[in-house]
């Protein structure tokens, strides 16, 4: 199975900024959209951005509008997800997940972490206050 990379993780102050990277082992990522989702244990993991295969179109959550970034670079099969003025409440596990979508699945199929067809192991971020 496909498993994709996250790097970028770790401790920061509240107001901070982090920079999460997604690394695919090949160029099949470049035909998917990624989304970034966050889990904290004993909540449901929830949706927190989302990218198009080729870049153009972004989805962000509510709770990081204004705050975070996704892009990605198909030259070398990564995504990022900068993360500033970050909050306590932004501390979870975060991991990037890549599907294949057509027009019409797009948001709704990027926003859907079942819907995804692999995942990275991810990488923890906790924002101290």
């Known amino acids: 199975q496909v498993q994709l990379v996250e790097s970028g993780g770790g401790l920061v102050q509240a107001g901070g900024s982090v920079r999460l990277s997604c690394a695919a082992p090949?160029?099949?990522?470049?035909?998917?959209?990624v989304g970034w989702f966050r889990r904290v244990p004993g909540r449901e993991r929830e949706f927190v951005a989302g990218?198009?295969?080729?870049?153009?179109?972004?989805r962000y959550a509510d709770f990081v509008k204004g705050r975070f970034i996704i892009s990605r670079d198909n030259t070398k099969n990564t995504a990022a997800l900068q993360m500033n003025s970050l909050k306590p409440e932004d501390t979870a596990k975060y991991s990037c997940?890549?599907?294949?979508?057509?027009?019409?699945?797009?948001?709704?199929?990027?926003?859907?972490?079942?819907?995804?067809?692999?995942w990275g192991q991810g990488t923890q971020v906790t924002v101290s206050s």
């Open positions: 997940a890549a599907v294949l979508l057509t027009e019409s699945d797009w948001p709704a199929g990027v926003e859907d972490y079942y819907n995804m067809d692999y």
């Open positions: 090949d160029n099949t990522f470049t035909s998917e959209a």
């Open positions: 990218i198009s295969s080729n870049g153009n179109k972004t």
